[in-house]
């Protein structure tokens, strides 16, 4: 079954601090990797999508990155502002046609001090 | 484009009851999955539907049940309501082959079981 885990859980850094989110899953047999945001008591907002051929995506300020051999991604967040404050969340689709949908992270709750 | 769009907004119900949340896919999105999210966790998949049947399944008892409509569109039910279903009920979209495109999440439908 897999398990996707995100490090930390909760972060607070000055405004400006350019940081680094953790994910990691357990089963490499992954189709993508998706990063969302959420604000409190909001849906989700697409990020990033990475696929399993690709090694990396950028959107601005963001920065994705996949290795899947190692079941790991890092999401960079270049000079953070105060409006980046939210809760980052990774998911994964396995590959292979699994009807499992996305199989979520719990979330790092980021707090950027202005 | 319109985005995913869900009602009600937010629901209170008691402990047995049965409740229907709607939700309305992007534009040109075929596909529709529903998650629940208790509060501090990361989304829980409950069931996917792909042009009207379901197609995937996730750890979740018969009484949550659904449908899609020809637009699309989509109801998630939930019979003989328990107190561990209070939480944010997601739904997302996405377009084409099941799991090979993003997908698009809706702002939620809290519900409260009382």
């Known amino acids: 079954k897999q398990e996707v885990t995100q490090i930390p859980a909760a972060l607070s850094v000055p405004e400006g601090e350019n940081l680094v989110l953790n994910c990691s899953f357990t089963d490499s047999a992954i189709y993508n990797l998706q990063w969302f945001r959420q604000d409190p008591g909001k849906g989700l907002t697409s990020l990033l999508l990475?696929?399993?051929?690709?090694r990396e995506q950028t959107s601005g300020r963001l920065n994705a990155s996949l290795d899947k051999s190692s079941g790991r991604s890092t999401l960079y967040i270049a000079a953070s502002q105060p409006g980046d404050s939210a809760t980052y969340l990774c998911a994964v689709i396995r590959s292979g046609g699994g009807a499992d949908g996305l199989t979520f992270g719990k979330g790092t709750h980021l707090i950027i001090q202005p | 484009e319109t985005g995913v769009t869900q009602s009600p907004t937010h629901l209170i119900k008691t402990r047995g009851q049965q409740v229907t949340l709607r939700c309305s896919s992007q534009?040109?999105?075929?596909?529709v999955s529903w998650y629940q999210q208790a509060l501090g966790q990361g989304p829980q998949f409950i069931f996917q539907?792909?042009?009207?049947?379901?197609?995937g399944r996730g750890n979740f008892p018969p009484r949550f049940s659904g449908l899609q409509f020809p637009n699309y569109s989509s109801e998630l039910n939930v019979n003989a309501l328990e107190l561990d279903d209070s939480a944010l009920y997601l739904c997302?979209?996405?377009?084409?082959?099941?799991?090979?495109?993003?997908?698009?999440f809706g702002p939620g439908t809290r519900l409260t079981v009382t």
């Open positions: 534009s040109g999105h075929n596909t």
């Open positions: 539907y792909y042009r009207e049947e379901e197609n």
């Open positions: 997302a979209s996405s377009f084409g082959i099941p799991y090979s495109y993003e997908q698009y």
């Open positions: 990475i696929q399993s051929s690709q």
